[in-house]
């Protein structure tokens, strides 16, 4: 039972990225699937999640209208198209999976799957 993720790598800003977050072992149903980030000294920080049953999402104020979150069911993956990417980007990024938690999105603590984290670096 694993996450795999991975897509990350160097781009210049304004750039795109797509990350996928490819399930095994498990299947991708009635679970909230999130992105996050942590950039060198700072606190992680949630970045874009998906609910695999109602597809419905959210993303962080700092990505909306730039990343896009989806699934793919039958690739049992969950994948991060980032567009027009910024310097501020830059962490490495992890994606986790949580039970579904009624109406709300789960808390961090909730989140007991986590990938292995792929370096995203927006530099000139």
């Known amino acids: 039972v694993q996450l795999q993720a991975s897509g990350g790598g160097l781009v210049q800003p304004g750039g795109s990225l797509r990350l996928s977050c490819a399930a095994s072992?498990?299947?991708?149903?009635?679970?909230?699937i999130t992105w996050f980030r942590q950039a060198p000294g700072k606190q992680r920080e949630e970045v874009s999640s998906?609910?695999?049953?109602?597809?419905?999402?959210y993303y962080a104020d700092s990505v909306s209208g730039r990343f896009t979150i989806s699934i793919d069911k039958a690739k049992n993956t969950v994948f991060l198209q980032m567009n027009r990417l910024k310097p501020e980007d830059t962490a490495v990024y992890y994606c986790?999976?949580?039970?579904?938690?009624?109406?709300?999105?789960?808390?961090?603590?909730?989140?007991?799957?986590w990938g292995q984290g792929t370096q995203v670096t927006v530099s000139s």
């Open positions: 986790a999976t949580a039970p579904l938690w009624g109406t709300t999105w789960p808390p961090e603590n909730k989140y007991n799957r």
């Open positions: 072992g498990f299947t991708l149903d009635y679970y909230a």
């Open positions: 998906i609910n695999s049953s109602d597809y419905t999402t």
